[in-house]
């Protein structure tokens, strides 16, 4: 013992004497199984959260499944509306198409036959002009010498010209003493 302290008996608390042993023993049995239970009873709790939960993600599942499903649903019968709309616009086009080829092929042959036309019409005035450029030859060569009288006739009115004008001029010259 230590100077200056009470004398502290020696004796142990009441419940741990030997008489109250057994109720200790009970006491720890119970809590043993109090926590026992606990534990069981938090497992079982869980086990209970667990299936709960395993039960709402079934649902969300089930739920998610018949979103797809109408999602899937929504999903075809728009792939189905757009294919008809695909194969109407198909349609159409090659209908479109062939009204456009059938005027193409129209045009093709108005373009020739008036080309077959106009190769005809030409041919008509080139047959025209070449008669009259004959005819012209013709009309040239029967009158040999039909260029040679007006520079025939020129030439007599040059002469004419030049014998007055020398006249006057030896008229003029004579009266005046200049030279």
């Not at 109407?88 to 086009?93: F, I, K, S, Y």
Request: hydrophobic share 40%; proline share 4%.
């Amino acid at each position: 013992r230590l100077p200056g302290t009470a004398a502290v008996s020696e004796r142990p608390p009441p419940c741990c004497s030997p008489r109250n042993r057994p109720n200790m023993q009970l006491v720890k049995g119970l809590i043993f199984a109090l926590a026992l239970l606990a534990v069981l009873g938090a497992t079982e709790g869980l086990r209970r959260d667990r299936a709960k939960d395993k039960e709402a993600s079934e649902d969300e599942e089930i739920n998610q499944l018949l979103k797809e499903t109408e999602f899937i649903k929504m999903l075809e019968h728009n792939t189905a509306r757009h294919d008809k709309r695909l194969d109407e616009l198909h349609h159409r086009l090659e209908n479109e198409l062939a009204r456009v080829n059938k005027h193409f092929e129209e045009m093709l042959d108005k373009i020739h036959k008036s080309e077959v036309n106009i190769e005809k019409n030409l041919e008509k005035i080139e047959m025209t002009v070449l008669d009259r450029v004959n005819d012209v030859k013709a009309k040239a060569s029967e009158s040999h010498g039909s260029w040679r009288w007006p520079f025939l006739l020129l030439f007599v009115a040059l002469l004419a010209l030049s014998g007055f004008f020398a006249r006057l001029y030896h008229k003029a010259t004579k009266h005046s003493h200049f030279l």
